[in-house]
């Protein structure tokens, strides 16, 4: 059974950094892309940034978050990461990392349950 | 740009819920749609427009291509009151979604 489960949230004030980790069980976590998407409360949701499966590597950011965040995955623990930091408010959100296909194929079968990042003095 | 129509629905189980989303420039069959609970994760039910993900009831179907796209549900069941968003893949990035359609009961 295919299963990510995230984890790292938590209250940190603006200006901060966090870093998010999502595990990822379940299936051959090399062959796949993957991505963080991100919920602010009772909003819709919105695309953070995808990292295409380990033959590609490439790596890609919306706008509201390049250069502040970078996206990698530790192959060897099966974990995706999401380095955030130069913190701001507008940044609270639950974050989701999801499943994509191979390749570059941003087709999101599976997500994690969430963590919940709260960006507050 | 993704925008879905209606904001709300109201309906009662048993009835056919239909939903559009609409592409501001043609994506031509990359779309997507998700269901999302309170709480909960989104969940992917379609992709390609048409292609039913794993598991997904067969009372779920979706249409179109290029700019206009349709989710019907034939015949609501109580667990499918959500927020339905659409999602677009073909140009990216940035992947984008739709501002979401609320199925609530009538």
């Known amino acids: 059974e295919v299963q990510m489960l995230e984890s790292g949230g938590g209250l940190v004030q603006p200006g901060g950094s966090l870093r998010l980790s999502c595990a990822a069980s379940g299936f051959t976590f090399t062959t796949y892309a993957m991505t963080w998407v991100r919920q602010a409360p009772g909003k819709g949701l919105e695309w953070v940034s995808s990292?295409?499966?380990?033959?590609?590597?490439?790596?890609f950011y919306a706008d509201s978050v390049k250069g502040r965040f970078t996206i990698s995955r530790d192959v060897s623990k099966s974990t995706l990461f999401l380095q955030m930091s130069s913190l701001r408010v507008e940044d609270t959100a639950v974050y989701y990392c999801a499943k994509a296909g191979t390749g570059t194929d941003m087709v999101f079968h599976s997500w994690g349950p969430g963590t919940l990042v709260t960006v507050s003095s | 740009v993704l925008t879905q129509s209606p904001a709300t629905l109201s309906l009662s189980p048993g009835e056919r819920a239909t939903f559009s989303c609409r592409a501001s420039e043609s994506v031509f069959s990359y779309l997507a749609w998700f269901q999302q609970k309170p709480g909960q994760a989104p969940r992917l039910l379609i992709y390609?427009?048409?292609n039913r993900a794993t598991g997904i009831p067969a009372r779920f179907s979706g249409s179109g291509s290029g700019t206009d796209f349709t989710l019907t549900i034939s015949s609501l069941e109580p667990e499918d009151f959500a927020v339905y968003y659409c999602?677009?893949?073909?140009?990216?990035?940035?992947?984008?979604f739709g501002q979401g359609t609320r199925l609530e009961i009538k």
């Open positions: 990292i295409a499966d380990s033959n590609d590597g490439r790596t």
């Open positions: 390609d427009a048409s």
């Open positions: 999602q677009q893949r073909y140009k990216w990035p940035p992947v984008t």
